[in-house]
Every structure is written in C-alpha cells, then in structure tokens.
C-alpha cells in the first residue's frame, strides 16, 4: 500500500511512501513523485487511484502555456433549443 503527501517547501513535491498495516504500522522506501507545478490553496486539489497508477490535479494557469483561462459554456433550455433547431 502506498502513501502520498505534499511536502511544503520550494518547490513543492509530491511524495509517495510504501506503507506495511500488518500487526504494525511501518512505513519505508520515500521517494519524490514529482515537483508539483499544480494548484494547492483549496486544500486537496489531488487524488491517485487505487492501484497508485494514475494521478489526477487541479492544473495552475501558467501565461507560459498560452494565458487564456480555459472557458465554459452553460446551455440552459437546451431541449428547447433541440426542438426549435429540429423544427418541431
């Protein structure tokens, strides 16, 4: 079983550590995941799945990687545009 924890500092680093839960608990092997360029302030803006194959974060706007904020579009009515569109 796998733990994984921000470690604060400059940079921050994700950190994944093997845990053993028999008759006690142990834990063993730290190593650094990544240095995290990801979002922080909302408290646990990450989650890695069961299996520790997979991470999954809240990404930062960086005026680096293109600047626009990313956009969405919230349709209300949207069966009354289909019918309309539909001519029914």
Do not use: C, H
């Amino acid at each position: 079983m796998g733990l994984f924890y921000l470690q604060s500092g400059a940079p921050i680093q994700l950190i994944s550590v093997s845990v053993d839960t028999g008759a006690t608990f142990a834990f063993r092997g730290r190593e650094v995941v990544l240095e995290w360029p990801y979002f922080t302030s909302l408290g646990r803006t990450y989650d890695v799945s069961a299996d520790g194959r997979r991470l999954l974060a809240v990404k930062t706007l960086d005026a680096a990687e293109g600047g626009a904020a990313p956009e969405i579009t919230v349709v209300l009515n949207w069966f009354e545009e289909i019918r309309q569109r539909m001519g029914n």
